[in-house]
Nanobody, 115 residues
Framework: QVQLVESGGGLVQAGGSLRLSCLASGSIFRRNAMGWYRQAPGKQRELVATATSGGITNYVDSVKGRFTISRDNAKNTVYLQMNSLKPEDTAVYYC?????????WGHGTQVTVSS
């Protein structure tokens, strides 16, 4: 059974930092690109960052220069380091493969940035 478990969210002031982690089942992690997604209240879920199994990364323009995605293939874990956080980064953050698979969505982790 595939599982993706996100952690590391919380409440932080604008300008602060958080590091999210996602532990993935080994069966999907090693051969797939992984992505971090987020969904803000009243908005559609959006792709934030991706990392291939070889470490090639991509970011949505709104987080470039502030967020860094990385993966530890030995630990089946993908990370999202978020710096210089803004109130508009407030959302539930999820990890999934990229492209995403509906059945893999987990509960996500809430990130709240206060102004």
């Amino acid at each position: 059974q595939v599982q993706l478990v996100e952690s590391g969210g919380g409440l932080v002031q604008a300008g602060g930092s958080l590091r999210l982690s996602c532990l993935a089942s080994g069966s999907i992690f090693r051969r797939n690109a992984m992505g971090w997604y987020r969904q803000a209240p009243g908005k559609q879920r959006e792709l934030v960052a991706t990392a291939t199994s070889g470490g090639i990364t991509n970011y949505v323009d709104s987080v470039k220069g502030r967020f860094t995605i990385s993966r530890d293939n030995a630990k089946n874990t993908v990370y999202l380091q978020m710096n210089s956080l803004k109130p508009e980064d407030t959302a539930v953050y999820y990890c999934n493969t990229h492209p995403s698979v509906w059945a893999y969505w987990g509960h996500g982790t809430q990130v709240t940035v206060s102004s």
